[in-house]
């Protein structure tokens, strides 16, 4: 059977990854949502278990030892992972699951599957970016500040990544990373593998 596709979504605080991937899940419903792991404090209206798994630190360093993580980052002062579980379960069940990690879990994530689909959103510009944060009012100013110098230093590391899809409208992100996702459906290597399962299998029987 053809495994699912593991694409990630990186990109600044406040660029839109969250209301990107939603409107995406709300397109293509068969996309799966890897909830991660964090020691961050939920914010209004966050669920745990829905956008994330609020653990204590003491919960996540569990998580790390017993190697349920398949990355994990710390990024402005708390920690974010990956379940691990989860991720190999649905792509050996061939559906395609989306991660919406940071930069330094990306690259692991990239050591562990170079097959993935690695895409960074971009804002229009770093003015807009700020504006955006601000604007979505959950971050006090002191935490904004140090967002958004993370933020500049995340957008070096955007040549490890396969695609740069600026978020401008979020229908137009979306379509451009939907249009992603089928053209990576379609690589002649998915085919390849495939065959090659087919030809070991009429060999065995
Ligand atoms: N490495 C890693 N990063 C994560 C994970 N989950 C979320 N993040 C990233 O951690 C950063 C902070 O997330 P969050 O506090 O929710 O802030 P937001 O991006 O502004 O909504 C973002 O870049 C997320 O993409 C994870 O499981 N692993
Ligand atoms: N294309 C866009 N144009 C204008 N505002 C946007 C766009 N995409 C997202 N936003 C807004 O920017 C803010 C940050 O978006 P969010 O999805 O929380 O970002 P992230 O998950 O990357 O931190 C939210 O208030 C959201 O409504």
């Given at each position: 059977?053809?495994?699912?596709?593991?694409?990630v979504?990186?990109?600044?605080?406040?660029v839109?990854?969250?209301?990107?991937?939603?409107?995406?899940?709300?397109?293509q419903?068969?996309?799966?949502?890897?909830?991660?792991a964090?020691?961050r404090?939920p914010?209004?209206?966050?669920?745990?278990?829905?956008?994330?798994?609020?653990?204590t630190k003491e919960q996540?360093q569990?998580?790390i030892a017993?190697?349920?993580?398949?990355?994990?980052?710390e990024?402005?002062?708390?920690?974010?992972?990956?379940?691990?579980d989860?991720v190999?379960?649905t792509?050996?069940?061939g559906?395609?699951?989306?991660?919406?990690?940071?930069v330094?879990?990306?690259l692991?994530?990239?050591?562990k599957?170079?097959?993935?689909?690695?895409?960074?959103?971009?804002?229009?510009?770093?003015?807009?970016?700020?504006?955006r944060?601000?604007g979505?009012g959950?971050?006090?100013?002191?935490?904004?500040?140090?967002r958004?110098?993370?933020?500049?230093?995340?957008?070096?590391?955007?040549?490890y990544?396969?695609?740069?899809?600026?978020?401008?409208?979020?229908d137009?992100?979306?379509?451009?990373?939907?249009?992603?996702?089928?053209?990576e459906?379609?690589?002649?290597?998915?085919?390849?593998?495939?065959?090659?399962?087919?030809?070991?299998?009429?060999e065995?029987?």
């Amino acid at each position: 059977m053809k495994r699912g596709l593991l694409i990630v979504l990186s990109g600044p605080s406040g660029v839109g990854k969250g209301t990107v991937c939603a409107e995406l899940r709300h397109k293509q419903s068969d996309l799966i949502y890897s909830v991660s792991a964090t020691t961050r404090s939920p914010r209004q209206g966050e669920t745990d278990g829905i956008n994330y798994f609020f653990k204590t630190k003491e919960q996540f360093q569990e998580m790390i030892a017993k190697d349920a993580l398949l990355e994990f980052a710390e990024y402005v002062g708390n920690y974010y992972g990956t379940p691990r579980d989860f991720v190999e379960r649905t792509l050996a069940s061939g559906k395609d699951i989306i991660l919406e990690i940071e930069v330094q879990g990306a690259l692991k994530v990239k050591e562990k599957f170079p097959q993935g689909v690695f895409i960074f959103l971009v804002p229009p510009s770093l003015d807009e970016l700020k504006q955006r944060i601000t604007g979505r009012g959950t971050e006090n100013a002191d935490i904004i500040d140090h967002r958004m110098n993370v933020a500049v230093e995340e957008m070096n590391l955007i040549h490890y990544y396969d695609y740069a899809v600026v978020n401008d409208q979020i229908d137009a992100a979306c379509h451009r990373i939907h249009c992603i996702i089928e053209a990576e459906h379609c690589r002649k290597e998915r085919f390849i593998e495939q065959l090659e399962e087919v030809k070991e299998a009429s060999e065995k029987a």
